[in-house]
């Protein structure tokens, strides 16, 4: 019998950020107990990055603006291999929630009638955006957290979760452990969340902080549930490329939609010389047009800048390529520009884009109210993630349910910016409504205690061997190799390379060496999440080796056009019973008649 | 490749020592870049905090060289490097293990603020009605990011160690948010007073100094809602009004 401390909630949520604390606050208002475990501190989840807004058809600075338009938009984005109907159910219901967050003591920009002030962004085609200046990710956090902390949640700060525990087929709960001393523990659940964000640390350059090792993904996978859509990865066309040691920070696609505009090193505005024929005649093609669509004129068409994230992304690496890239291989993001066309503008601009202008001031030294930015494309975002039902969030896997990022089905092949913290709200109120109803239908499951004792033995390997290879480097080589081979362009010959380079990464990460204790040890804690890394790396390595065609943030080299036949599925990737990992096709069901008519409706 | 030396605090809650160590510096590198490398080259189980790398989080907060900073934002060129880089824990908080301090006592202390309790929804759809100018105000301190840099340096929690009775510019600047929020309608006036201290705070402003998101602590926050403690118990007329009131 093992004797670590166990913690017995209804509901355990894993992952504290604008998911997790959504489903955590739902499914507590539903009257379980619940457990929220988060990997840092609370507060501090990757949401806070999010900066742009979130996306929710109000109609408040255009009324055209409704459900319909918003559900056209995300699937176009998405190039129609989404989850139609986690696109309906978002479209419809993200209003609600964005209100809700303003009764909750979230305090959005305002229009000049006092309603919530909603901005412009790629791929929407009215502005959609509620935001708080460019820090909404923040503003959604930390309304959350303090309204979630008077809702009697039980919050378990810095403890990471190893291996979700079962019972038969349902998942009935977790091994984790607490950092500070480093001791396991277990928490039963009869429902569990995972909540877990993205994976963007298995690439070199990523907007993600050390968090994004794609935990969810594959404590799911692990566990038998199935992982979908692994090959599209959003590589936002915006990161910061220079001074090298904050490669990769995310710049907020605000930028854009507040007039900023993108320049080779010629001097030309490059995004006017391909725009894809589906969003030809939403795109402005002066810019004089451009400039009056981000001024608010309701007649104008949105500028180029403002296409969607994989387009924007693969115009900049073309511009790399073909020499016409900056000092630092990027390209020009231009705001300053803007003093042409406005009296205040350095004043307009530290207004609307303040963080922006911090940290290029400090970390770059820049004044962007002056000077051009350098920026290129950064891993950002993973469509791809745990297959659930669209309506309860629940996995394939009973008693275990999923939300925001790790979850997958809403953005297609392509996310819009805005949706994710929309997302979020939906999907996370969702999975804790379901998980609470679930709890509250299906008791304790009975705990597998040679498992546990197996993943704890297991987790420990790497204080117990004579030397061995640094967890660090294995990370950084992984990362590299991830980079190069299933980055932005990819090609067959390349990827097959990787999977064959993460077989000997495997092989090495089963011989990490930690020196030091348990206690509060990095070191560790990288050792483990290197599993996790491996799971995801594959899984977008094989998914994208069978998608011969090139769609939203998947792009072949060998396939770039578009190929219908492959509109009609989605890859699934599944543990075999040999503990291999299985691909397959999931057939797109057809869509309903009413959600037809709104796509043709909606041009 | 020019190197730096950076000294840094290793140990656990009882004991502790300053560790030197030695890497590489290239242009545009931050203290958190440093601690990185060391992480990875000779110090893996070195143990600090950080999630965003882009002073969005709070998480890496410490004193470097004495001073208490995000480590993420702060670049090398901007410190002296002929001598080494002192990197230690924020002091106000127990330490835990190298450059992580204890800060669960934050978390503890916001619970006590009563929550927000907006007015009835007044416009026609349900929601409210908010101008622009009204919410400036709020929104400057709802840009706070939780680095606890505030709460270090305040002389009250930092020398004086009065934890017990007073939240701090940190929550301070919390309550004001909930105060001055133009939907809300609790009273947190006798708790600032009784519980939550704050006549601890005699103005330094050595919090709105160390802010790294630049919110004016003391002038913004903390004077209005002394003067809101002072409206309410102390002026002589309101007194007698309460007298009267009690009986």
């Not at chain 1, 959005?108 to 919530?116: A, E, H, P, S």
């Not at chain 1, 019972?167 to 969340?193: P, Q, T």
């Not at chain 1, 406005?342 to 963080?355: F, G, Q, R, T, V």
């Not at chain 2, 009204?134 to 002389?155: G, N, S, T, Y």
């Amino acid at each position: 019998m093992t004797d670590y401390p166990t913690f017995e909630h209804d509901v355990i949520v894993i992952g504290a950020g604008g998911a997790g604390l959504r489903a955590a606050i739902e499914a507590s208002g539903a009257g379980v107990s619940v457990g929220l475990i988060c990997k840092s501190l609370l507060g501090k989840a990757h949401t806070v990055m999010a900066e742009g807004g979130m996306a929710a058809a109000m109609g408040h600075n255009d009324d055209r603006d409704n459900w319909k338009v918003h559900f056209s938009d995300t699937m176009r984005g998405g190039q129609y291999v989404n989850n139609w109907r986690m696109a309906e159910l978002h479209a419809k219901e993200a209003p609600d929630r964005v209100r809700e967050l303003e009764s909750w003591g979230a305090v959005f920009d305002r229009t000049k009638d006092g309603r919530i002030n909603q901005r412009n962004f790629g791929g929407h085609r009215y502005p959609r955006l509620a935001h708080v200046g460019d820090r909404t990710g923040l503003e959604l956090i930390r309304t959350l957290q303090d309204h979630g902390i008077h809702q009697g949640i039980e919050v378990y700060m810095e403890v990471t979760v190893l291996s979700l525990l079962k019972d038969g087929d349902r998942v009935i709960g977790c091994l984790a452990y607490e950092r500070e001393h480093g001791r396991f523990r277990i928490y039963k659940a009869k429902a569990v969340i995972l909540a877990t964000g993205g994976i963007g640390r298995a690439y070199k350059i990523t907007s993600n902080s050390w968090e994004g090792t794609g935990d969810g993904h594959a404590l799911a996978y692990d566990a038998g549930a199935e992982l979908i859509d692994m090959e599209f990865i959003q590589f936002h066309p915006t990161g910061m490329v220079w001074p090298p040691s904050v490669r990769g920070i995310l710049v907020t696609e605000g930028v854009r939609g507040e007039g900023g505009i993108l320049r080779n090193s010629e001097g030309k505005r490059f995004m006017f010389d391909d725009i894809p024929d589906n969003y030809k005649d939403q795109t402005s093609d002066t810019e004089e047009e451009g400039w009056r669509y981000v001024t608010g004129d309701k007649n104008a068409r949105r500028p180029p800048e403002l296409l969607t994230r994989d387009h924007v992304a693969r115009c900049i690496m073309r511009e790399v390529k073909a020499g016409r890239g900056s000092p630092h291989g990027g390209v020009y993001l231009d705001i300053a520009w803007i003093k042409e066309k406005i009296k205040d503008a350095p004043e307009h601009i530290k207004k609307k884009l303040p963080s922006m202008y911090h940290q290029f001031k400090q970390l770059a030294n820049l004044d962007i109210t002056t000077t051009p930015m350098e920026v290129g494309p950064t891993t950002h975002y993973v469509m791809g993630g745990i297959r659930v039902n669209a309506d309860t969030q629940e996995s394939t896997v009973p008693g275990l349910f999923a939300a925001g990022e790790c979850a997958a089905g809403i953005n297609g092949a392509n996310r819009l910016g805005g949706n994710s913290l929309s997302d979020l709200i939906v999907f996370g109120k969702r999975a804790g409504e379901h998980a609470a109803i679930f709890a509250k239908e299906n008791g304790h499951g009975t705990l597998d205690n040679a498992a546990i004792e197996q993943a704890a033995k297991a987790a420990l390997e790497p204080f117990e061997r004579d030397g061995g290879e640094n967890p660090y480097t294995i990370q950084h080589d992984l990362q590299e190799m991830m980079q190069a081979n299933v980055g932005i362009v990819r090609q067959h010959d390349e990827m097959v390379e990787a999977l064959n380079g993460l077989d000997a990464l495997k092989s090495r990460a089963a011989r990490t060496f930690v020196p030091g204790n348990i206690d509060f040890n990095p070191g560790w804690h990288t050792a483990l999440d290197l599993h996790n890394l491996l799971v995801v790396s594959e899984a977008i390595a094989r998914a994208a080796i069978e998608r011969k065609e090139s769609r939203g943030g998947h792009f072949r080299e060998d396939f770039p056009g578009k190929d219908p036949e492959f509109a009609k599925f989605n890859y699934s990737l599944k543990k075999s019973e040999g503990g291999g990992m299985e691909i397959s096709k999931i057939p797109i069901p057809e869509m309903p008649d009413y959600l037809k008519e709104v796509i043709e409706e909606m041009g | 490749m020019k190197k730096a030396t950076f000294s840094i605090r290793r140990g656990g809650r009882e004991t502790a020592e300053m560790v030197d160590y030695q890497t590489e510096i290239s242009e545009g590198m931050v203290v958190l870049d440093a601690v990185h490398q060391i992480q990875a080259e000779s110090a893996p189980d070195l143990a600090c905090r950080w999630n965003c790398k882009a002073g969005k989080c709070g998480s890496c907060s410490a004193e470097i060289n004495g001073m208490p900073k995000l480590m993420c934002m702060t670049r090398l060129d901007t410190i002296p490097l002929d001598q080494p880089v002192t990197i230690e824990p924020i002091r106000a908080f127990p330490p835990i293990k190298d450059l992580i301090a204890d800060v669960s006592w934050n978390y503890e202390v916001k619970k006590r603020i009563k929550k927000f309790k907006p007015r009835a929804p007044d416009a026609e759809d349900g929601t409210w009605r908010m101008s622009q100018e009204d919410v400036d105000r709020v929104q400057e301190f709802r840009k706070c990011i939780e680095c606890f840099l505030c709460q270090d340096v305040c002389h009250v929690l930092r020398d004086h160690n009065k934890h017990e009775e007073f939240i701090g510019p940190r929550f301070l600047v919390y309550a004001a948010a909930l105060e001055m929020h133009p939907l809300d309608t609790e009273d947190r006036t006798g708790d600032l007073k009784d519980m939550h201290g704050i006549g601890y705070c005699n103005i330094t402003k050595c919090c709105t100094k160390v802010c790294p998101e630049h919110i004016t602590i003391t002038d913004n926050a903390i004077i209005p809602l002394k003067e809101r403690v002072v409206d309410e118990y102390y002026d002589p007329l309101k007194r007698l009004v309460r007298l009267f009131r009690k009986k």
